[in-house]
T-cell receptor, first 119, second 108 residues
Framework: GAVVSQHPSRVICKSGTSVKIECRSL??????MFWYRQFPKKSLMLMAT?????????EQGVEKDKFLINHASLTLSTLTVTSAHPEDSSFYIC???????????????FGPGTRLTVL | KNEVEQSPQNLTAQEGEFITINCSYS?????LHWLQQHPGGGIVSLFM???GKKKHGRLIATINIQEKHSSLHITASHPRDSAVYIC??????????FGKGTHLIIQP
């Protein structure tokens, strides 16, 4: 089956630094990828839709300048948390849709997630 | 590592029918999520459960911690409920473990 990887799986950084998280589709191309965030004890929240060759589409309330998204190629999207703050500590997940699913829909493949801790 | 199984994988039903989607997991968890994905779209989080039952509109989610099992119910189903429903569990250091999803089609 299709595989989506994320790197790193865990990262600890100091306040004020920037952290880059990579999401790769390993055996298929994805013109769109999605980034989610999970707050402690809460459910997933869609942050943004990453589009290859164009700007990302951010959900309401998500700071574009803080969470920079770059869809560099058809197999790679990156999320950069800039000037990280302890409140940015969270679990970040990406997903990529692959066509050919049942009923003509895309099948969503999830990365394993990245645990970010900002000290 | 937790193993998450959903059933059925595919379900087609008529409008108005009561729908049940099941999720079972192998290792104790801290929370279970039900997610909804519409064709071509991202994920919408429906419920997060750690015990008992939650209701939102026509959707009901239950969890039995002892049996390691959760169900998602849709009452008075409607074509707009057609989507992929995904169960995801969390616990320990593994982050989220996702089920493969249930493809639901509600026919008018």
């Amino acid at each position: 089956g299709a595989v989506v990887s994320q790197h790193p799986s865990r990262v600890i950084c100091k306040s004020g630094t920037s952290v880059k998280i990579e999401c790769r589709s390993l055996d298929f191309q994805a013109t769109t990828m999605f980034w989610y965030r999970q707050f402690p004890k809460k459910s997933l929240m869609l942050m943004a839709t990453s589009n290859e060759g164009s700007k990302a589409t951010y959900e309401q309330g998500v700071e574009k300048d803080k969470f920079l998204i770059n869809h560099a190629s058809l197999t790679l999207s990156t999320l950069t948390v800039t000037s990280a703050h302890p409140e940015d500590s969270s679990f970040y997940i990406c997903s990529a849709p692959k066509g050919g699913g049942l009923f003509g829909t895309d099948t969503q493949y999830f990365g394993p997630g990245t645990r970010l801790t900002v000290l | 590592k937790n193993e998450v199984e959903q059933s059925p994988q595919n379900l087609t039903a008529q409008e108005g029918e009561f729908i049940t989607i099941n999720c079972s997991y192998s290792v104790g968890i801290s929370a279970l999520h039900w997610l909804q994905q519409h064709p071509g779209g991202g994920i919408v989080s429906l419920f997060m459960l750690s015990s008992g039952k939650k209701k939102h509109g026509r959707l009901i989610a239950t969890i039995n911690i002892q049996e390691k099992h959760s169900s998602l119910h849709i009452t008075a189903s409607h074509p707009r409920d057609s989507a992929v429903y995904i169960c995801a569990v969390e616990g320990g250091a593994d982050g989220l473990t996702f089920g493969k999803g249930t493809h639901l089609i509600i026919q008018p």
